[in-house]
C-alpha cells in the first residue's frame, strides 16, 4: 500500500538553530499537506501544496514540494521553543483519503 | 462553529467491554477520517466516509472494531470487544473535498483510551 515516510524521526536542536524534516511518498501526490501537533494536542493544518516545485513561506518556516510531486520538505529557520512539536506531512491516497507521514519530532532546547 | 466534537475525552475500560466514541464533525462538511494514533505505529487512518458512506476502510484492524455515520453530524467508532492493545488515542476529523479551502482535515481534540 501507499507509504509516506519522513526523516529525521526525532530532531533535537538548540534554539536559534535551523529544522528540516523531510518527506518520501511511494507514489505520486496530487498535492501534500502539512500539519503541526503540539505534546498532548491535535494536528492542526499549517499548509498545503499542489504545483510542482511549489515553494511556500510562512514567517519562519518554508514548504517545498518536489518536481516529481513524491517529496517535500519543511524548513523552519532560527527555531524557537514555541516550534516544539510533531510535524508530519500528508497526503491523498487512492479513494481520496489522507494518509499521514511518519511524523518528525522536534524539541528545542533554550 | 465549536470544531470538530469528540467524546469522552478520556476513557478508561476493562478489557472484554465495549467502548463506543463519538464525532460531531464541523458542519457542512462531507469528509469524515478516524484515525488511532500510538507511539509504535504514528496516526493511522483506520476508515473513512465521504458523504456519510464508508469508502475506506483498509485500516480498520479487526472485525473488533465498527464505524458508522447514520448522518451528516455523527459518527461513531466502536471496539467490542476491547483489547489492552486497542489503548491508544483515537482522532475525528473532517475536511470540505472538493471545497474551495481545499480538502485540509480539521481534527478533533481526540479520546484518549486505556484498556486495562
Known amino acids: 500500500g501507499q507509504q509516506v515516510m519522513q526523516i529525521p524521526q526525532y530532531q533535537h536542536v538548540q534554539e536559534g538553530e535551523d529544522f528540516t524534516t523531510y518527506c518520501n511518498s511511494s507514489t505520486t501526490l496530487s498535492n501534500i499537506q502539512w500539519y503541526k501537533q503540539r505534546p498532548g494536542g491535535h494536528p492542526v493544518f499549517l499548509i498545503q501544496l499542489v504545483k510542482s516545485g511549489e515553494v511556500k513561506k510562512q514567517k519562519r518556516l518554508t514548504f517545498q514540494f518536489g518536481e516529481a510531486k513524491k517529496n517535500s520538505s519543511l524548513h523552519i529557520t532560527a527555531t524557537q521553543t514555541t516550534d516544539v512539536g510533531t510535524y508530519f506531512c500528508a497526503g491523498p491516497g487512492n479513494t481520496d483519503k489522507l494518509i499521514f507521514g511518519t511524523g518528525t519530532r522536534l524539541q528545542v532546547f533554550p | 462553529d465549536a470544531g470538530v466534537i469528540q467524546s469522552p475525552r478520556h476513557e478508561v475500560t476493562e478489557m472484554g467491554q465495549e467502548v463506543t466514541l463519538r464525532c460531531k464533525p464541523i458542519?457542512?462538511?462531507?469528509?469524515l477520517f478516524w484515525y488511532r494514533q500510538t507511539m509504535m505505529r504514528g496516526l493511522e487512518l483506520l476508515i473513512y466516509?465521504?458523504?456519510?458512506?464508508?469508502?475506506?476502510d483498509s485500516g480498520m484492524p479487526e472485525d473488533r472494531f465498527s464505524a458508522k455515520m447514520p448522518n451528516a453530524s455523527f459518527s461513531t467508532l466502536k471496539i467490542q470487544p476491547s483489547e489492552p492493545r486497542d489503548s491508544a488515542v483515537y482522532f475525528c476529523?473532517?475536511?470540505?473535498?472538493?471545497?474551495?479551502?481545499?480538502?485540509?482535515?480539521?481534527f478533533g481534540q481526540g479520546t484518549r483510551l486505556t484498556v486495562v
Open positions: 458542519s457542512g462538511h462531507n469528509s
Open positions: 476529523a473532517s475536511s470540505l473535498m472538493g471545497g474551495p479551502g481545499g480538502a485540509e482535515a480539521f
Open positions: 466516509f465521504n458523504n456519510n458512506v464508508p469508502i475506506d
